[in-house]
């Protein structure tokens, strides 16, 4: 069974530049989430999808960011404009229905400068 | 206010010493999750604990859980290099929405051989 796959793995912009995220989950997982992890820190919340809805982004910064899920499948993560304390990594991650575990992908390192 | 604490923050061991790491709040859950962090990928689950005072080994690694699910352990016998690592616990806590979790800093380990 292939993993959460996500791209770019690295990606170095200006602030203010604009820059997104993809990530493909594994087939079935309904559950989408995407986390933000600061150095140093664990991961953080920023939103949780089901299927192609948005169930919980309390914890997105939406001046800034957006995110979506269409056709439930594929999910794209943006940052528009960046500025320099969003430097970090961000990570993908799915779940199948009834299940708890949460399968992660590698994350998409992001250096703002 | 973290709302999981974990220590220590980091630890450098020997090959085949013995060590524990905590992960504490004030809180009670209705389950906690241990993963482990490699370098340059994403989280990786190890096990998950619903029941308070269960114990749980894995190979070398012992998880306990407290009695009060507020609190946990990880216990590795014989540290190997391979066990080097981020640490993570992770909490689903009552009321909140269905499998989003709640990350703590992490155990940042390193055992040299």
């Known amino acids: 069974e292939a993993g959460v796959a996500q791209s770019p793995r690295y990606k170095i912009i200006e602030k203010r530049q604009s820059v997104a995220f993809w990530c493909n989950p594994i087939s079935g997982h309904a559950t989408l989430y995407w986390y933000q992890q600061i150095l140093g820190q664990g991961p953080k919340l920023l939103i949780q999808?089901?299927?192609?809805?948005?169930?919980?982004d309390s914890q997105l910064p939406k001046d800034r960011f957006s995110a979506e899920r269409l056709k439930g499948v594929d999910s794209t993560l943006k940052i528009q404009p960046a500025k320099l304390e969003d430097s970090a990594v961000y990570l993908c991650?799915?779940?199948?229905?009834?299940?708890?575990?949460?399968?992660f992908g590698p994350g998409t390192r992001l250096t703002v400068t | 206010t973290q709302l999981l604490e974990q220590s220590p923050q980091f630890l450098s061991i020997q090959e085949g010493e013995n060590l524990t790491v905590y992960c504490n709040s004030s809180s009670v859950f209705s389950s906690l999750q241990w993963y482990r962090q490699e370098p340059g990928e994403g989280p990786v689950l190890l096990v998950t604990v619903v029941t308070g005072g269960e114990v749980k080994k894995l190979k070398r690694l012992t998880f306990q859980f407290g009695d009060a699910r507020k609190d946990s352990s990880l216990h590795i016998t014989a540290a190997q290099p391979g066990d080097t690592g981020l640490y993570l616990c992770a909490v689903r806590p009552y009321g909140g929405s269905q499998g989003n979790l709640i990350f703590g800093k992490g155990t940042k380990l390193s055992v040299k051989p």
């Open positions: 999808f089901q299927n192609n809805g948005v169930v919980d």
């Open positions: 991650a799915t779940r199948g229905t009834g299940a708890y575990e949460q399968y």
